[in-house]
């Protein structure tokens, strides 16, 4: 860890006042100060709390500065959402919300006072889990030849060059097996939220990224069935073991299932 | 015409010019999508999910980073030289009209 104090991407220049702006991790319930070490963005900030009535910003010093979503910064952003999680159930704020002052952060909690009250309390003991499934399309493919006869008809007839016209029968194949496949993918899917879905609040589906994969989903899921949970993704992980890859991730703060928004502006 | 000519006795045809430049720049930024970081943000998540899975390593992964973070800066350079909304930077709760502050 570098020290704090040549850790700033930029230097404010002089005759402005001295590092003031405030970076924002999350918003909690808590009516007294607490301060969560040297852990923040931008090179080990010191991060503590702004309050206003029963609630505190999360906050650490930083200049006025775009933060580019590096893997750094982000790594940064994601690490102190994650120390606070462990004591505090928390709302958190977006990557890189930077506000210019401390009134400015003291502003903010008090005109969305109500609605971080609503959504801490419809949060409270909850926390997300990231589960991405990505699948072996050949795999897949070499277990639909198996299963699917016409399939493997058609392909048999196209090796054995009997087909009447080899160009139109290898289209038909193509059209055949992307079928198939869109079916087994939303099979799979379905199957898996089936099976996590008596252990989770609720569950989101992202869009999936890249070609490899077929489910990009967040679950919110109660501290106390956490363990359960856990479980039942082992189970249902084991049950495709060839085929797909799960990429299980959390516990995050529930960033998929908070939805407020603020209305904030430009403050150049 | 020479260059020196254009500025020695037809000063007007300075700004005109310039300004046509800049209609067709702001055109042709618009219709090559340099306004708009959806592509880039999507091949970060791309790129992140390969460094997960193991595909690239460290140095590949923050070698290709450095080119996205350029590209997410020409953005919003485009953006703001055209005025147009940007992600990021200070930013304080709006002040509505009827706000009793």
């Known amino acids: 860890m570098t020290e704090p104090q040549t850790a700033r991407t930029e230097p404010p220049p002089i005759a402005q006042p001295a590092v003031d702006g405030k970076y924002v991790y999350c918003i909690i319930r808590l009516d007294k100060p607490k301060d969560f070490g040297s852990v923040g963005i931008g090179g080990g900030q010191r991060v503590y709390t702004v309050h206003y009535r029963d609630l505190a910003a999360i906050v650490s010093d930083t200049p006025l500065v775009i933060y580019d979503p590096t893997r750094e910064h982000v790594l940064a952003h994601e690490f102190v959402n994650e120390t606070v999680m462990r004591e505090f159930t928390v709302i958190p704020m977006s990557f890189g919300t930077v506000f210019r002052s401390e009134d400015d952060v003291t502003e903010l909690l008090r005109s969305t006072y109500q609605a971080f009250s609503d959504v801490l309390d419809k949060m409270q003991d909850k926390i997300e889990f990231g589960l991405k499934v990505l699948w072996e399309r050949e795999k897949v493919i070499a277990n639909l030849e198996r299963e699917n006869d016409e399939i493997r008809r058609l392909k048999d007839e196209i090796s054995r060059n009997i087909a009447s016209s080899t160009y139109f029968a290898r289209m038909q194949l193509g059209r055949l097996v992307e079928a198939a496949l869109e079916g087994v993918q939303s099979r799979y899917v379905a199957d898996i939220h089936e099976a996590l879905k008596p252990v989770a609040v609720a569950s989101r589906s992202n869009k999936v990224i890249g070609d490899r994969m077929i489910l990009n989903a967040a679950f919110l899921v109660e501290r106390t069935q956490e363990r359960a949970f856990d479980d039942k993704v082992k189970e249902v992980s084991r049950r495709y073991e060839d085929l797909l890859t799960f990429k299980y991730t959390g516990p995050w703060p529930p960033y998929n299932f908070v939805n407020i928004k603020l209305k904030l502006e430009k403050a150049n | ?101």
């Open chain 2, 1 to 101: 015409m020479g260059l020196l000519t254009k500025l020695l006795f037809f000063p007007i045809t300075g700004p005109v010019a310039g300004i046509r430049w800049s209609l067709g720049k702001v055109q042709r930024v618009v219709e090559e999508e340099l306004v708009d970081d959806t592509p880039v943000k999507q091949e970060l998540m791309e790129l992140q999910m390969l460094l997960e899975l193991g595909d690239i390593d460290d140095d590949e992964y923050a070698r290709r980073e450095a080119v996205l973070m350029q590209r997410l800066r020409d953005v919003r350079e485009w953006r703001e030289r055209l005025g147009m909304a940007t992600a990021g930077g200070p930013v304080r709760v709006a002040r509505e009209a009827g706000d009793d502050a």
